[in-house]
């Protein structure tokens, strides 16, 4: 999906991965009510986001980011720095 917003600088834009609540045997994981993933995909990155790739699997602390709603999907503004690793 297209979005049309261009982080500037070294700002990316991420969308969170939903959390996993079978696993692959079935099992149902129980989670805490509320409780956000800490995991999402690179939809886009500014200009000077040199680590990071669109398309990109990320792992990001609790606590990081601005929250932002573009065509009604909610999405995470943050720095490249915030960014703990890449998943591969």
Do not use: C
């Amino acid at each position: 999906m297209s979005v049309n917003f261009k982080p500037t600088d070294d700002n990316v834009l991420i969308e969170r991965k939903e959390n996993e609540t079978k696993t692959a045997s079935g099992l149902i994981i129980p989670t805490a009510s509320g409780e956000k993933p800490n995991i999402g995909i690179v939809i886009a990155k500014g200009d000077n986001a040199n680590q990071v790739s669109v398309g990109d699997q990320v792992v990001f602390g609790k606590y990081k980011g601005e929250e932002i709603t573009l065509q009604g999907k909610s999405y995470l503004v943050m720095r490249e720095l915030e960014i703990a690793g890449i998943l591969s």
